[in-house]
C-alpha cells in the first residue's frame, strides 16, 4: 500500500476478554473431534478459560458512525480458509485491512500506544485537555481529523463552537507546515553555505599545492 493511500480504516482500540474455548489437540495421540478440538471420556469438548483479544475499528472517513468490534485472530488472513475466492479478492481485502491493525495491535500487545496517522491532539495548543479528551471519546485522535469533520460529525461531538474549532485546527495545520518548510529551506541554505566554504577551502588549497616552488618562496 503507498505512502500516500489514506488508510481504509482507523483503529480506535483494543481490549482482551477471558472465556472458556475448546482446546486443540493432537488427532494422532489424542482424542478428538472432527475439528481438532480435545474431547473428554464422555466425547465432549473440553472447554479452558483463554484470552480472547477483541479490536474496534471504524472506516477511515468515519470513525464517529460506525464502529466495529472483531476478535483479533479473525481479522488475520488466512489463505487457507479463503474458501472459493478464486479471483483472491477476498484475501486482497482481508490483507489490506490487517495491514492498517497489526502495528497498532503489535503496539497494544507491548503495552504502547496506539499508533495515529497525522498530528496528535496534545501537539495542538488550540485545545484543553478536557477538550482533547471529548475528542478522543467521540474516535477523534489528531489534528487533521478535526480539521476533516464534517458538518454532521461536528453535530455528535459534545463540545461548543465546534466549527470555530475546525477552523482554528486548519490554520494550525497551514502554519506549521509553513514552518516546516521555512525550515527546510533554512537547512538547506546552511548546507548550502557550508558546501561553498568547503569549495572555497579546497580551491584555496590546491593553488597553494599546484604554485611552482620559486613562485611560492617570491610570495612568502
Not at 137 to 144: D, F, K, L, M, W
Request: proline fraction near 6%; aromatic fraction near 4%; charge should be negative.
Amino acid at each position: 500500500m503507498s505512502e500516500n493511500t489514506a488508510p481504509m480504516i482507523r483503529v480506535m482500540g483494543f481490549k482482551t476478554s477471558y472465556e472458556k474455548l475448546p482446546v486443540p489437540g493432537d488427532p494422532v495421540t489424542e482424542k478428538c473431534d472432527l475439528k481438532g478440538y480435545k474431547l473428554d471420556a464422555s466425547g465432549r469438548r473440553i472447554l479452558e478459560l483463554q484470552a480472547e483479544d477483541w479490536v474496534t475499528y471504524s472506516p477511515s472517513h468515519s470513525p464517529m458512525n460506525t464502529k466495529t468490534t472483531e476478535r483479533v485472530r479473525l481479522m488475520q488472513p488466512d489463505p487457507s480458509k479463503m474458501g472459493e475466492d478464486q479471483d483472491g479478492e477476498k484475501l486482497r481485502f482481508m490483507t489490506a485491512r490487517w495491514m492498517q491493525i497489526e502495528p497498532a495491535y503489535e503496539a497494544f500487545k507491548a503495552g504502547q500506544d496506539i499508533p495515529i496517522n497525522g498530528m496528535a491532539l496534545a501537539a495542538w495548543p488550540g485545545v484543553s485537555v478536557e477538550q482533547a479528551e471529548v475528542l478522543r471519546q467521540a474516535g477523534i485522535r489528531t489534528v487533521e481529523e478535526v480539521r476533516d469533520l464534517s458538518e454532521g460529525q461536528m453535530d455528535k461531538v459534545r463540545l461548543p463552537n465546534m466549527r470555530e474549532m475546525r477552523k482554528q485546527a486548519k490554520l494550525f495545520l497551514e502554519n506549521s507546515d509553513a514552518a516546516k518548510a521555512a525550515e527546510r529551506e533554512a537547512q538547506k541554505d546552511a548546507i548550502i553555505e557550508q558546501m561553498a566554504e568547503r569549495m572555497a577551502a579546497m580551491e584555496a588549497l590546491l593553488e597553494e599545492r599546484t604554485q611552482p616552488k620559486g613562485k611560492a618562496k617570491d610570495a612568502a
